[in-house]
């Protein structure tokens, strides 16, 4: 699945023009109410304040439910790469099962596979070394899994060969919905009708103003560097391989399982 082109730009790109949008859209507005609409300038719509309110509490809903959905997707992002360092870590673990040489082998497998795995994050948004990563695992998932099933045909490995391969699926399943997980953003549409209508309030928050209540350069200011703000969080969440929001913190967990093939 290619990787759409507004998760390819940064998101505080998005949100600086947004913010320079908002700003001009707000006062475009303004300008085109005391041009041609004598009744909102003079402040004569009664009509004013509950446009106003219709509009934010619309903008407010929609900003609320797509930082949910980019919250929500983190999270999961983040119980996965934890969920893949059990898995791993349990593999590992059943790894000692067996005796030596057999038990050393797989040990090596097992480094080579957990290295091609943290590739995969040290990689970032490089779509190059993600896919290279994607192959350097796949040959030793593909080891690992042909030297167990061949210990299955030993009746003295049975035992552990029957703890090792449900450990291994379990590795493999939830390394693919890792991979999957990275695809898995808002969709598209709801970031650009958010966008949209960040600028359709600004505009119409200054077409709705009035002579007698002055736009305040620092209220403008202000009303359109927290959306941009918000916005910013709200798609830097859905790109943890961009911007100040990451996994490290999660990350750790498989860089502990170093320590286990020491």
Do not use: H
């Not at 998005?14 to 475009?28: D, E, N, P, Q, R």
């Not at 002579?211 to 703000?229: A, P, Q, R, T, Y």
């Amino acid at each position: 699945m290619s990787e759409s082109i507004l998760y390819k730009i940064d998101p505080a790109v998005i949100a600086s023009l947004l913010f320079t949008g908002m700003i001009c859209a707000l006062y475009l507005g303004r300008y085109l109410s005391t041009k041609f609409d004598s009744n909102i300038a003079k402040g004569k719509n009664p009509l004013k304040s509950t446009v106003i309110a219709a509009i934010l509490a619309l903008f407010g809903f929609l900003l609320a439910f797509t930082f949910g959905l980019s919250g929500n997707r983190f999270d999961d992002r983040r119980k996965i790469v934890v969920e893949e360092a059990n898995c791993i870590g349990t593999a590992i673990l059943r790894a000692d099962l067996y005796p030596d040489p057999t038990r050393t082998e797989l040990r090596n497998y097992f480094k080579n596979y957990l290295a091609a795995r943290l590739d995969f994050y040290e990689a970032g948004d490089n779509n190059a070394l993600v896919k290279l990563s994607f192959n350097k695992a796949d040959v030793y998932s593909k080891l690992l899994w042909k030297r167990v099933t061949a210990l299955s045909g030993n009746k003295d490995m049975f035992v552990p060969t029957m703890q090792m391969v449900p450990a291994l699926n379990s590795m493999f399943d939830i390394a693919a919905s890792r991979n999957n997980s990275r695809q898995e953003t808002v969709p598209n549409l709801i970031v650009i009708f958010l966008l949209v209508i960040s600028l359709i309030s600004a505009f119409y928050i200054g077409y709705l103003s009035t002579e007698e209540n002055k736009l305040s350069k620092m209220i403008v200011i202000g009303f359109c560097l927290l959306v941009s703000i918000v916005i910013y969080i709200t798609l830097d969440l859905d790109m943890p391989r961009k911007g100040l929001i990451t996994l490290d913190v999660s990350y750790q967990y498989m860089y502990e399982l170093k320590n286990m093939l020491e």
